[in-house]
Structure formats: C-alpha cells, structure tokens
C-alpha cells in the first residue's frame, strides 16, 4: 500500500509560481513512475506531467516550459514546479504512483495510488 500527501497548493497571481510536493509512504517509490495531473470544476481529469524512476519525463502540451516534475528519492518525494502561472492553471492538482511501468505514464487509468489533491488558483 502506497499513501501520498500533496502540499503546497495556493492562491497566486497570474505570472507567478508555486511548487507542489507530494510525499509517498511505501519502500517501492524509488521505483515507481510518478505523476501529476489537475482537475478544474466541471471538468474532467487531465494529465500534466510524469517521471519515470530513471528520470524521464513527459508533459502535457499545455504545461511544456513552465512546468518542471522532480523527484527526491532520498526523500520520498516528488515535486511539480510551476512558473508563469495563468488563470486556466486553476484546478486540483493530483499526485499519483503506479509501480507498474519503466517510463512515462500519462494514463489516468495505470495509475495505482492517488493523493487526496491540492487547489491551486491563479488569479488575473
């Protein structure tokens, strides 16, 4: 069983930054490929970003050049950085693992474990 905690969500203005982290229990996250993904009211869950356990990534169109997902496998954690900031970032941002993978996952479905998710809003 793998929990995850995410932090760091918030209110900022528009062309600002914020760094979400989200932390796993569980022996296997150095491992497991990890992902982020956002919900905005009324509408559906969407990729944004994933990291493989040996340092891939992938992003969603939307996000590519300001979005960055790291890990810190020393620490458990996995972070989205989140510069120039706009107003159709806002959603509930989601911290997800699966350990079934070698690389990238943008599927919601392979997905395994799920934060209970942060809000982050941007304001105009």
């Known amino acids: 069983q793998v929990q995850l905690v995410e932090s760091g969500g918030g209110l900022v203005q528009a062309g600002g930054s914020l760094r979400l982290s989200c932390v796993a229990s569980g022996r296997t996250f150095s491992r497991s490929t990890m992902g982020w993904f956002r919900q905005a009211a009324g509408k559906q869950r969407e990729f944004v970003a994933t990291?493989?356990?040996?340092?891939?990534?992938a992003y969603a169109d939307s996000v590519k050049g300001r979005f960055t997902i790291s890990r810190d496998n020393a620490k458990n954690t996995v972070y989205l950085q989140m510069n120039s900031l706009k107003p159709e970032d806002t959603s509930v941002y989601y911290c997800a693992a699966t350990s079934g993978a070698l690389g990238t996952v943008r599927e919601i479905w392979k997905y395994d474990y799920w934060g209970q998710g942060t809000q982050v809003t941007v304001s105009s």
């Open positions: 990291m493989g356990w040996t340092g891939i990534t």
